[in-house]
């Protein structure tokens, strides 16, 4: 509905959000392309996590406006679960459903939300569990499978909707070091194949190779933007770069 | 210097793994208090039975002549605890869903219910139900009655209630909100989120203290005997009457104790293993 590829699947403006008397978002403005990877890096507490919130809708903004795939996400009349379908998620504490295996947590929603048919769900769900390399693990429980492998079950589930982006909560945040890798590869593979995709994350290496944007938040704003390579040889504002210094 | 003696702060000592199992445990309920209870009851036959003239009937068998009818009004404790229990699930898991519902006048009324029926002596909760309730009920035409132990249970129906009622919203509410909100990422609808995710993660929550409130409940059915329903503690005062040997009376009481526990002692067992069981996971 009026929207073409040549404009930003996701376009955040001047967004604001408080929560009581705490500023959270400041004047938010962002754009993401379709097939795009952004980067959004910055100190704990920047407002990260709620600016991918606001992105689907899990949280209402005050002011602002953000607009996916040409909606209005804040829009009363807006179908949200209408939203959602087109923006994947995925979070820090992977949030599996420990009653079901890895298999279930991937058809659930396809089954109940989708309404498609179960064996057409089962045959891609499995072809998920091998896209993030896990075939063999269907029938396991989350708490049977290492952190690592529960965030990419968490992925295929978030893929299993079919969305056009998809959303990255620091989603290596809670994992042991050896298997941050594997999580990365996943999501790397799913950026070469053209996935839109907004990253919050402090994994800098990471962030370098495979952002086509890295946005840098304090404080609730965007203090500056650029591809990577610039963005980490010469950036201007003197928050970054003491940021950056204290990371890299 | 560090002190490496004995010290009472916890951070001074090394940190052993298994040290959280040096916390004090309740003592749990085992064979061993049955098989003191039962000494009990042996004691106080002999006792008894020392009493006793010798013309009269021993204590022993005394207590297996009354056998039968005592089994007979405790299978209609056992009945009302069944029912009460049932009838107190039904209402109670719809009342706890109230109470974390999204409409505020459906949460609040909700709440007071909850609170005024956990709150209220379940002695009290009985006696209304009694005087309230109607002693039959017409339906058509004829007028069906209402027997006392079916008002008594509908009476203990209500506190259960009220308790399963807290069950449910205190073991929704531990759910962690991760789940929520990944069930919300995923657009099922916040009933399909509560259907699929929340509640069966919640039934195993609930099972230990559901079992427990059960047995609670259970031993509670012979307050139903101070409004004259003829269970098992109502016959007994009934068999110590006709008898009208007051050497009785300490042996009788006891082996109805003796009745409970042993009806009991294995849901107490049964909880304590699924809420080891549950905690492992």
Known sequence: MGWTPDQPLIRMRDVHKTFGALTILNGISLDVMKGEVICIIGPSGAGKSTLLRCINALVPIDRGSILVAGQEVHDAKLDKLALRRKVGMVFQQYNLFPHRTALDNIMMAPIHVLKRDRAEVDARARALMRKVRLDGKEDFYPGQLSGGQQQRVAIARSLAMQPEAMLFDEVTGALDPETVKEVLLTIRELAEEGMTCVIVTHEMGFAREVADQIYFTDRGVVIEHGPPVEFFTQCRDERTRQFLSQIL | ?281
């Not at chain 2, 035409?141 to 506190?159: D, E, H, M, Q, Y």
């Not at chain 2, 068999?239 to 042996?251: A, H, K, N, Q, W």
Request: proline share 7%; net charge positive; glycine share 6%.
């Open chain 2, 1 to 281: 210097m560090i002190a490496t003696g004995r010290t009472d702060l916890a951070v001074l000592n090394p940190f052993r793994p298994g040290a959280a199992s040096s916390v004090p445990t309740a003592p749990s309920l085992n064979i061993r208090h049955g098989a003191i209870l039962l000494a009990a009851l042996m004691v106080a036959t002999g006792i008894s039975e020392a009493q006793a003239g010798p013309s009269e009937r021993s204590i022993i068998a005394t207590l297996i002549k009354w056998t039968p009818l005592l089994g007979q009004g405790f299978a209609l404790n056992i009945a009302m605890s069944f029912l009460a229990m049932a009838i107190g699930t039904a209402f109670g898991v719809p009342l706890g869903l109230g109470q974390i519902s999204l409409l505020s006048p459906v949460r609040a009324s909700s709440w007071f219910v909850t609170q005024v029926f956990r709150n209220s002596p379940w002695l009290v909760l009985l006696f209304y139900c009694m005087l309230l309730l109607p002693f039959e009920v017409r339906i058509g035409n004829s007028f069906v009655s209402v027997p006392g132990w079916a008002k008594a249970t509908f009476g203990l129906a209500l506190p259960v209630m009220a308790n399963v009622s807290e069950l449910v919203r205190g073991a929704v509410q531990s759910i962690p909100a991760g789940q929520w909100e990944a069930s919300e990422a995923l657009v099922f609808t916040r009933w399909q989120t509560l259907r699929m995710v929340i509640l069966p993660q919640c039934v195993k929550r609930m099972t230990p203290p559901w079992m427990n409130l059960y047995a609670i409940l259970t031993v509670a059915t012979p307050l139903t005997s101070v409004v004259g329903v003829s269970e098992a503690m109502t016959l007994t005062g009934d068999i110590l009457s006709s008898e009208g040997r007051p050497e009785l009376l300490v042996p009788m009481y006891l082996y109805l104790l003796l009745w409970f526990f042993i009806y009991c002692y294995p849901i107490a067992l049964a909880t304590v293993a699924l809420e080891r069981r549950f905690q492992v996971r």
